[in-house]
T-cell receptor
Framework: QKEVEQDPGPLSVPEGAIVSLNCTYSNSAFQYFMWYRQYSRKGPELLMYTYSSGNKEDGRFTAQVDKSSKYISLFIRDSQPSDSATYLCAMPRTSGSRLTFGEGTQLTVNP | GAVVSQHPSWVICKSGTSVKIECRSLDFQATTMFWYRQFPKQSLMLMATSNEGSKATYEQGVEKDKFLINHASLTLSTLTVTSAHPEDSSFYIC?????????????FGPGTRLTVL
């Protein structure tokens, strides 16, 4: 079993839709949770960083963590074609240690 | 802030030659850098952890004599693919760890696409 599970998609939505991206993890040692966005042929870009259960909002993006269920989510409101990318969840066991990545979900937002 | 650069962005080389890829943290110092490779439509695979002034720690299955890593300063790490072969063709990405406010965050470079003919 993988430590971090993420549905690879692909996920296709119309412009303006609310997008929900999710990851589950099996190792309770994970304490920090990150979401990266990766455009084709580019390096990943950090979107959100959380370390506690609950919600964290940044513009159109909301990261949600439920440690009791070992489940994290990223919500994108009012999705735009420019949001089309692969979204990767990532977790280090401790701050600064190596990251364990999900497989990545490929998202396409259609105009 | 927190910008990481890589050079070159793409390189084509002949089989048997060596290729050096540079990773630089432009506006911060990074004690730790990581090297990944990524195949099409797949997630990132960690190759090695690079700490400034010490030997890199390689992941299981990664040949340290083939993928030479040097972390000579707090802003520069290099990955040299020695005697490259077509199966080494891949997208290589580095990341650098920024420590701020008691937390460490990895910032990624734009990647280097290597094609070995």
């Amino acid at each position: 079993q993988k430590e971090v599970e993420q549905d690879p998609g692909p996920l296709s939505v119309p412009e303006g839709a609310i997008v929900s991206l999710n990851c589950t993890y099996s190792n309770s040692a994970f304490q920090y949770f990150m979401w990266y966005r990766q455009y084709s042929r580019k390096g990943p870009e950090l979107l959100m960083y959380t370390y506690s259960s609950g919600n964290k909002e940044d513009g159109r993006f909301t990261a949600q963590v439920d440690k009791s269920s070992k489940y994290i989510s990223l919500f994108i409101r009012d999705s735009q074609p420019s949001d089309s990318a692969t979204y990767l969840c990532a977790m280090p066991r401790t701050s600064g240690s190596r990251l364990t990545f999900g497989e990545g979900t490929q998202l396409t937002v259609n105009p | 802030g927190a910008v990481v650069s890589q050079h070159p962005s793409w390189v084509i080389c002949k089989s048997g030659t060596s290729v050096k890829i540079e990773c630089r943290s432009l506006d911060f110092q990074a004690t730790t850098m990581f090297w990944y490779r990524q195949f099409p439509k797949q997630s990132l695979m960690l190759m090695a952890t690079s700490n400034e002034g010490s030997k890199a720690t390689y992941e299981q299955g990664v040949e340290k004599d083939k993928f030479l890593i040097n972390h000579a300063s707090l802003t520069l790490s290099t990955l040299t693919v020695t005697s490259a072969h077509p199966e080494d063709s891949s997208f290589y990405i580095c990341s650098a760890t920024l420590t701020s406010g008691g937390t460490d965050t990895q910032y990624f470079g734009p990647g280097t696409r290597l094609t070995v003919l």
